[in-house]
């Protein structure tokens, strides 16, 4: 009886050591950057040399790889959503195990989505988005994917939709119809707005494109890097060459002519003799499933 009661003296003596330890390692496991996934990690890494030689700015850039497009077309094939709804599996987080829904397994569809996923970037809202296919599809071509995370950090520093949004208002007025109140002009104003959007859009892709080859060049890359990722990207996603007046992006013709005739001439010294550092450190959010990036104000 003496020897037991001395054990559990003992036990409970180391309680809160064990239970210290068990939140630790909870923590680490949650927050810690060396313990995240080797995507998260390969952005860090990118990012970091990206930053070292670029100004990203004062805010936060949150940074979060999902599941992507396949599978919301997975589940709404599969009748596992409305067609409205479906945009929820995009966003999936694609290192959680789920529950089966109507005897699919969701773990399986995640899966598939990374290995017939393809290249999805976008940026939105201070929020870096990429499907976990990705970076399968980059494979080791890590310079590639460093000028897809350049492109939605121009998207987001280089925020142009004030500019763009007083350049559509000023077309409409110029076409005469900002105004108009009777059914069909109404509906010829949103259908002209609507294609004037899209110009804009394609104008914006444009820019960021040559931004982010500008911050790719700085960091050390070279010069042709972004031009050599644009064709490779074509070519894997299949997308069209010619622009479509329908598209919110430029088609591959024009898209490589612009990026080209922009950076070819970009001498990255005369920018970095006025560049200063800055420090920014990292947070990792396991169950939120983000890696953000923070300047040091």
């Known amino acids: ?3 037991q009661k001395s054990i559990y003296k003992k036990l409970i003596k180391f309680l809160p050591i064990f239970l210290f330890l068990i939140f630790t390692a909870n923590y680490l496991r949650n927050n810690s950057t060396f313990l995240m996934p080797k995507e998260y990690k390969t952005i860090k890494k ?5 930053a070292s030689k670029n100004y990203l700015g004062n805010k936060e850039i949150i940074f979060s790889v999902s599941s992507g497009s396949y599978m919301s077309w997975n589940a709404k ?5 409305k067609a ?5 599996y995009n966003n999936l987080n694609p290192y959680k195990k789920y529950k089966n829904v109507k005897g699919i397994s969701i773990n399986e569809l995640g899966n598939q989505a990374y290995l017939y996923g393809g290249i999805e970037a976008y940026a939105w809202k201070g929020v870096v988005w990429l499907s976990r296919s990705t970076f399968r599809s980059y494979g080791e071509k890590i310079d ?3 000028c897809t995370i350049g ?5 987001i520093i280089f925020n142009d939709h004030i500019n763009n949004s007083i350049k559509l208002s000023e077309k409409l007025k110029n076409l005469g119809i900002e105004n108009n109140n009777s059914h069909n002009q109404e509906k010829e104003k949103n259908n002209k707005k609507e294609i004037l959007e899209k110009e804009l ?8 494109d040559f931004k982010g080859a500008k911050m790719i060049v700085n960091a050390g890359f070279a010069k042709n890097t972004c031009l050599k990722e644009l064709k ?10 010619e622009t479509s007046r329908e598209s919110t992006h430029p088609g591959y013709l024009e898209r490589y002519e612009s990026l080209e005739k922009s950076i070819e001439n970009y001498e990255k010294d005369f920018y970095l003799k006025s560049f200063k550092s800055y420090k920014w450190r990292w947070q990792y959010n396991r169950k939120m499933n983000t890696l953000t990036f923070l300047p040091i104000k």
């Open 1 to 3: 009886m003496e020897k």
């Open 144 to 146: 590639y994917l460093a």
């Open 201 to 208: 859009t394609r104008e914006s892709e444009k820019k960021a």
């Open 46 to 50: 990118l990012v970091n040399q990206i």
């Open 84 to 88: 409205e709804e479906c945009w929820y």
């Open 232 to 241: 490779f990207l074509t070519q894997f996603e299949k997308l069209e060459t």
């Open 151 to 155: 492109h939605e950090l121009a998207h």
């Open 77 to 81: 094939d599969l009748d596992l959503c």
